[in-house]
């Protein structure tokens, strides 16, 4: 299918679907994912390391071994089984510099599927004011505007509406973003920007009794809320190099 074309600056879309259009048309991408992925990989990047996004298909002992990186497991496989998971408590501690392979169905699955475009963001609660700011940047000294992918969550099994699953983090994650940038939005962005406005007083209840934030209290990972539901707690804004996530800097990624 090809993209739908769009007179705005700004634009929110969803899932693996929205970021292969966003792809298609050559404009910025930012994937939030907020209680996972992007959030585990603004803590990762404010700490000086870098995040390796992995689908489930792709080898990721190998590109580990390749980076002289580690492996991130499961959740509940922290600590016997590695040191870092997709929870993002588990990288508060991360050294500057360490390399760290991460899969997941949602965030990193997305950020492959974006990784050869010129500029790839991962936003989250903590860091969506950098993020925007860098977002701006680029805005200001080209013609590209930007796609917000709120990546949402995998139905298991897929229902009769396929796998994906709205999130409500994730579309006020998105929302954080789009409510910083100063420019024109489409109606889907502008809803998702009044969205987070009308509701940054309440995050951490928000995401405490949505559907996923239930799901990682009840698992044990309440921290994991916690922690992601903090407002511009950072100032890095992570951006693919490559085939890893680092700091964004005006001078090293090409804006002057």
Request: charged fraction near 20%; hydrophobic fraction near 40%; aromatic fraction near 8%.
């Amino acid at each position: 299918m090809m993209p739908v074309k769009t007179s705005y600056r700004c634009s929110l879309a969803w899932g693996r679907h929205g970021v292969l259009q966003a792809t298609q048309r050559g404009d910025i991408v930012v994937v939030v994912d907020i209680l996972s992925f992007s959030t585990a990989t603004a803590v990762a990047i404010q700490q000086g390391a870098f995040i390796y996004p992995c689908t489930y298909h792709d080898d990721a002992a190998a590109l580990a071994t390749r980076v002289g990186g580690e492996v991130a497991v499961r959740r509940n496989e922290v600590p016997h089984k590695g040191r870092f998971s997709l929870s993002p408590p588990t990288f508060l501690q991360i050294e500057p510099g360490t390399r760290v392979v991460v899969e997941s169905p949602n965030g990193a699955t997305c950020s492959r599927y974006a990784q050869q475009i010129q500029f790839l963001f991962a936003g989250s609660l903590l860091n969506a004011q950098a993020v925007a700011r860098a977002v701006a940047e680029i805005i200001e000294h080209s013609t590209l505007n930007v796609t917000v992918i709120a990546c949402g969550e995998r139905w298991r099994p897929a229902t009769e509406d396929g796998e994906l699953r709205v999130a409500l983090e994730d579309f006020l994650g998105a929302g954080a973003i789009l409510a910083a940038l100063p420019y024109s939005k489409s109606p889907d962005a502008q809803v998702s920007a009044s969205a987070f406005v009308h509701s940054q007083d309440q995050l951490a209840s928000l995401l405490w009794n949505c559907e996923s934030g239930q799901e990682l209290c009840e698992k044990g990972f309440a921290e994991d809320v916690r922690l992601a539901s903090q407002l511009d707690l950072y100032t890095t804004a992570p951006i693919m190099n490559g085939d890893h996530f680092e700091q964004f800097r005006s001078s090293r990624h090409g804006i002057h």
